[in-house]
């Protein structure tokens, strides 16, 4: 995803400054908890980028680690986690299938289980949040390695989304990154430019 923040930098700051909020700022959901709900949405948008890192950033978070994550994935009904939780990972699923989607019946369900209106609120941020993440990075082709180590080193980065984004940066963006860029959106070539084109 380095190339498509390399790519506009102008979008990527606020883009991770959204992320740094919801999920590493104060919150009564712990940080474990709101890396899970943007695992979960993006496990049912079947984004393996997203799906790979936000899973790696909860397994490093939660005391279960990626045993939970995959009880989740696989099975919320049964997956050992609070009343509160599952009930919002269940207003998570709703905004991922639609906005509309989230129904009265959710929000009771979930404030009868303890959860606030600002947990509530976070929620459905958090989820259409990464609904759009999921779809800009399936959008432009985000290659998504195979490896776990390289996730889980990753997710053990301590920083916060911010601090990760400008250590990635290496400063403004290079021009042969917008020209290679340019020639995956075309189709072209998924290989980076090799030299300057010679003038005619």
Known sequence: MRGLFRFRPETALPLNALVEVLLRGE??????????I??????LNQC????????????????EGMELVEQV???????PVSGKLRALLRIAAAVQRSGRDVLPEHVEAARAVGATDLEIHDTVLIAAAFCMFNRYVDGLGTIASDDPEHYAAR???TG?????????SGGPPRRRS???ARARLRGRSRRPA???PRRK
């Open 27 to 36: 919150s009564t959901l712990t940080a474990g908890e709101r890396e899970l």
């Open 38 to 43: 943007a695992t979960y949405v993006s496990a």
């Open 48 to 63: 393996r980028f997203c799906f790979s890192t936000h899973a790696a950033l909860a397994a490093v978070r939660l005391p």
């Open 73 to 79: 994935r696989t099975d919320l009904d049964g997956a």
């Open 155 to 157: 997710a053990r980065m």
């Open 160 to 168: 916060g989304y911010l601090a990760v984004l400008a250590a990635e």
């Open 178 to 180: 917008r020209r290679h």
């Open 194 to 196: 090799r030299g300057r």
